[in-house]
């Protein structure tokens, strides 16, 4: 059982670029997300699922895009990298789970870099 | 207005001391969760500890209780017999059931805890 699983772990991008992460969870988990955590700034959710095939906006979508094909991965696309998406990335899961609410269950995340 | 607040941005204790980390939360739905997350420096989340908006009691979970104060709307982090390895980030999330969130999780911007020998 991996749980929550990232790849890359590390990239660094030029300006414009373009990439995929990919996030895959073996719980079978309703339920993804994709993060950014920057100094000083907490997490933000990006995008997130609900389910397989759906997909939704969060606090900072722009400049991402995300699809969620099958229901254990979740990848998140940048289509023309900024320096601006510089950042860690984290993905999670969660399911309604007696006692601990929509517990998270975060991957352990991707260090990008854009020049 | 922040959903989250954590005032403390950076916080000392000495080993085998408590510590209480705040954190205070706005929110109008009345179902509402509060978690605790501990983010070491090696960069994974960590769930500590949960609390129902509808809980009666404080959760708590080892040495890692939540001090739920809901008329002030507070949820703090209280930490037991403190240990080296527990300095780490620590952050405090809500997910709202009804709310704007749209069920989804808001963090805090955390408190840097550092353990002193």
């Known amino acids: 059982n991996a749980g929550v699983t990232q790849t890359p772990k590390f990239r660094v991008l030029k300006t414009g670029q373009s990439m995929t992460l990919l996030c895959a969870q073996d719980?079978?988990?309703?339920?993804m997300y994709w993060y950014r955590q920057d100094p000083g700034m907490g997490l933000r959710l990006i995008h997130y699922?609900?389910?397989?095939?759906?997909?939704a906006k969060g606090e900072v979508p722009d400049g991402y895009n995300v699809s969620r094909l099958k229901k254990q991965n979740f990848l998140l696309g940048l289509e023309s990298a900024a320096p601006s998406q510089t950042s860690v990335y984290f993905c999670?899961?969660?399911?309604?789970?007696?006692?601990?609410?929509?517990?998270?269950?975060f991957g352990p995340g991707t260090r990008l870099t854009v020049t | 207005a922040q959903k989250i607040t954590q005032t403390q941005p950076g916080m000392f204790v000495q080993e085998k001391e408590a510590v209480t980390l705040d954190c205070t939360y706005d929110t109008s739905d009345p179902s509402y969760g509060l978690f605790w997350y501990k983010q070491p420096s090696s960069g994974e989340m960590i769930f500590l500890i949960y609390?129902?908006?509808?809980?009666?009691q404080n959760a708590t979970e080892g040495r890692y209780s939540l001090n739920f104060q809901k008329a002030r709307k507070s949820a703090n982090l209280v930490i037991s017999a403190s240990q080296l390895g527990d300095s780490a980030m620590y952050f405090c999330?809500?997910?709202?059931?009804?709310?704007?969130?749209?069920?989804?999780?808001?963090f805090g911007k955390g408190t840097k805890l550092s353990v002193k020998p």
């Open positions: 609390q129902g908006s509808y809980d009666q």
């Open positions: 699922s609900v389910g397989e095939g759906t997909t």
């Open positions: 999330a809500m997910r709202e059931a009804y709310g704007g969130s749209q069920g989804n999780l808001i």
């Open positions: 999670a899961s969660s399911y309604a789970r007696l006692g601990r609410g929509y517990e998270q269950y």
């Open positions: 719980m079978n988990h309703e339920y």
